[in-house]
């Protein structure tokens, strides 16, 4: 019995750390966002071709990570506008790494539904910060 109990704690000490377990939520103009997936990505959207219009594609050494959000409130008045009148520099977001670099912001948009933002950092770093004013910081593990 003990040893049940004792792997049950462990069991819910590790989703308190997970991202994605929880429920991170990030309170912004547009309204409280729950994390549910983040990408590492060498192009934007993942499966457009380079001649798309539209595609965007990660400069040598870089890439691409998009943080994808659910809105919590996806009715209303104040859901006509889904990104709540914001742009790209309310956001006031950056993405942190591990050696202390800071990106800002390169794409962000939404629905009624969800919204997300993406970023262009150094490829290859094992982890990242989201760091948005007003919030907790959400560490983005690389899956």
Request: proline share 8%.
């Amino acid at each position: 019995m003990r040893v049940l109990v004792i792997r049950f704690v462990i069991l819910l000490l590790s989703l308190a750390v997970l991202p994605g377990c929880g429920k991170e939520v990030i309170h912004s103009k547009a309204g409280d966002l729950e994390f549910q997936t983040v990408e590492y990505l060498d192009r934007y959207p993942k499966d457009c071709l380079d001649v798309s219009p539209g595609c965007s594609r990660a400069v040598e050494g870089y890439e691409i990570v998009v943080v994808t959000f659910r809105k919590l409130k996806t009715e209303g008045p104040d859901t006509a506008d889904p990104l709540g009148g914001m742009e790209i520099e309310d956001l006031g977001a950056v993405l942190r790494g591990p050696d202390g670099t800071e990106d800002k912001p390169f794409l962000f948009g939404g629905g009624p539904t969800e919204m997300f933002v993406g970023f262009t950092p150094k490829e290859g770093q094992p982890y990242h910060v989201l760091v948005w004013p007003g919030n907790e910081d959400l560490r983005l593990v690389r899956p």
